[in-house]
């Protein structure tokens, strides 16, 4: 069965300051790796998806890496705002199942203006 | 356009009452997938819908729990006899289909969810 843990569960940093939150799965046997933001009261926003033939994907100030073999994944925010605090979700989906997400627990992050 | 829609948006029920959820997917999105989503924990796959195949129930924890889909549009999650365990936020999510092995991958477009709490 499929592990995905996320580290740490939550994080505190001064607006300005660079987000680094780390995912890590067990079964490295994936189909591709989401990373998903979640608001109080809202549904997931996917934010960037990275097929497991990739190493990483951006999205303006946001960056995620894949390391399939070491079963890793870091998404980095630069610059962070005020209006990035939210909970980070991880998922991946298994390769022959590729519809079905595992998810890590979140990390919630402040950002503190 | 409008994204995924579910409701209630919050339901407090007592213990061994019956519950239904609803999801409104994207229009067009062939596949329809249900979450769980426990106080501190991670998101639990429940079931999938692709088009006019079986659906894959292999998350439903118990028999307590039924989902159906009405063609490629609405879907109702059911809880029978409801428990305390069953408290949590249950959330929906379409895509426009699925890959296997060798297309793309789809982004799973996620609703609100549904805020259960039993009593």
């Known amino acids: 069965k499929q592990e995905v843990t996320q580290i740490p569960a939550a994080l505190s940093v001064p607006e300005g300051e660079n987000l680094v939150l780390n995912c890590s799965f067990t079964?490295?046997?994936?189909?591709?790796l989401q990373w998903f933001r979640q608001d109080p009261g809202k549904g997931l926003t996917s934010l960037l998806l990275i097929q497991s033939s990739q190493r990483e994907q951006t999205s303006g100030r946001l960056n995620a890496s894949l390391d399939k073999s070491s079963g890793r994944s870091t998404l980095y925010i630069a610059a962070s705002q005020p209006g990035d605090s939210a909970t980070y979700l991880c998922?991946?989906?298994?390769?022959?199942?590729?519809?079905?997400?595992?998810f890590g627990a979140g990390t919630t992050v402040t950002v503190r203006a | 356009g409008a994204g995924v829609s579910q409701s209630p948006s919050n339901k407090v029920t007592e213990k061994g009452k019956d519950v239904e959820l609803r999801c409104d997917p994207i229009?067009?999105?062939?596949?329809l997938y249900w979450y769980r989503q426990r106080l501190g924990q991670g998101l639990e796959f429940l079931i999938y819908?692709?088009?006019?195949?079986?659906?894959?129930k292999s998350g439903l924890p118990s028999d307590r729990f039924s989902a159906e889909r009405t063609g490629e549009s609405v879907s109702t999650l059911t809880i029978q006899r409801t428990q305390q365990e069953d408290s949590a936020v249950y959330l929906c999510a379409s895509s426009p289909g699925t890959s296997g092995r060798e297309g793309p991958s789809y982004e799973q477009y996620f609703g609100p969810g549904t805020r259960l709490t039993v009593t």
């Open positions: 998922a991946v989906s298994h390769r022959s199942n590729d519809y079905k997400l595992s």
């Open positions: 229009s067009g999105h062939t596949a």
């Open positions: 079964d490295s046997a994936i189909y591709n």
């Open positions: 819908f692709q088009g006019n195949s079986a659906p894959d």
